[in-house]
């Protein structure tokens, strides 16, 4: 069974980093391209941006520039997401998706299996 | 970025009716827009990719249409289970993915 497993609910104060990782299970874990999501209380969905399993290589929105990193782990089949100088409006859920299309062309961002989200509430 | 503009934003409708959320985009996307269903508590579901194509195990009352900046999803016969909040999403690859704000469905 196809599936994506996020780790557990953080709670974080200004200018801390957090980190939340994504094991795949089900496929080929170099096959596919990662996605982040997140969604602010309210709001619609906020692309992140997208890894590369394969290349270990990513393409982040510039909104995040400079304080947002994706790495994997293929002996654990893992993604993480690092997130750094958090602040308030950081608060949300952080949802793992990955695309339809696999790593040897460009990404479909057609995000077909969702991760089950994960609560990063940032407060002083 | 490419904004995208869903409406309505909320809905309530009996079962069986014929709904219908529309997804207007600030300038071309062609072909790529894809529908996702989030619930709370659950991993969100893609329901329709590259503006009309079914993704596999999603039930057929769910429809796609539209072409450039006007799209279109459809539910034929709303059921119990389709309750939750709608996103229309842009691939559009040469610019960063962007996501409506969200069509809330209620059950009448």
């Known amino acids: 069974q196809e599936q994506l497993v996020q780790s557990g609910a953080e709670v974080k104060k200004p200018g801390a980093s957090v980190k939340v990782s994504c094991q795949a299970s089900g496929y080929t874990f170099t096959k596919f391209y990662v996605h982040w999501v997140r969604q602010a209380p309210g709001q619609g969905p906020e692309w992140m941006g997208v890894?590369?399993?394969?290349?270990?290589?990513?393409n982040l929105s510039q909104r995040f520039q400079g304080r947002l990193t994706m790495s994997g782990d293929m002996a654990t089949t893992t993604v993480t997401m690092e997130l750094s100088g958090l602040r308030s409006d950081d608060t949300g859920l952080y949802y793992c998706a990955r695309d339809k299309r696999i790593t040897a062309t460009a990404p479909a961002n057609e995000l077909d299996l969702w991760g089950q989200g994960t609560l990063v509430t940032v407060s002083s | 970025d490419i904004q995208l503009t869903q409406s309505p934003s909320s809905l309530s409708a009996s079962i069986g009716d014929r709904v219908t959320i529309t997804c207007r985009a600030n300038q071309t996307v062609v072909i790529y827009i894809n529908w996702y269903l989030f619930k709370p508590g659950q991993a969100p579901k893609l329901l329709i990719y590259t503006s009309k194509y079914l993704q596999s195990g999603v039930p057929s009352r769910f429809s796609g249409s539209g072409y450039g900046t006007d799209f279109t999803l459809t539910i034929s016969s709303l059921q119990p289970e389709d309750f939750g909040t709608y996103f229309c999403q842009h691939g559009f690859s040469v610019h960063p993915l962007t996501f409506g704000r969200g069509t809330k469905v209620e059950i009448k």
């Open positions: 890894f590369n399993p394969n290349e270990n290589t990513t």
